[in-house]
């Protein structure tokens, strides 16, 4: 079996096998992995599972976009917003590159760019997708509920009271 075939054989069996045994809940952990690259603030590469979409959060983009404009009615500008990807990208370069790290799957497991969705615990035990929302590099993914979704918006809210990152006036 060639290495693809063989990745894309062992995700399908994990993915067909852990859904039934596992909950969208960071406290019940799934799978594990090591990090082997960082696309940017909420994009990680986890080996072997492939690209891994940080669930339930959402980073600046590298360019300008259309998608500024939800952080530009925030008050955030676009220039900001670079920044705050740079940002995100290198603390998430600092905290996971060549980690292990554990991952609790979403539901659904996968999103509509075939991602992997999950929650990434760091190996001290704190929650990536949390930590980046708590540090301002980070907010809250607003248009699909997932199992964490109050308390992310808790701490987005404290971000914006410390006025750290994203909310640095």
Known sequence: MTRPVFRNFLLLILLLVLPACAEDSPSSPALRGTVTWVHDGDTLEIKPLGTVRLVGIDTPEKNDSHRDAFLERQGVSAAKQRQIYR??????????????????????????????????????????????????????????????????????????RDKVGLWQE
Not at 93 to 115: F, M, N, S, W, Y
Not at 122 to 143: C, F, Q
């Open 87 to 160: 940002a995100a990208k290198q603390f998430n370069i600092e905290q996971a590159t060549g980690k292990p790290v554990t991952l609790t799957l979403a539901d659904p497991p996968r999103d509509r760019h075939d991602r992997v969705l999950a929650y990434v615990l760091l190996p001290d035990g704190r929650l990536l997708n949390r930590i980046l929302i708590e540090n301002g590099l980070a907010v809250v993914y607003r248009r699909f509920d997932f199992h964490m979704k109050e308390e992310f918006l808790a701490a987005e809210e404290q971000a914006r």
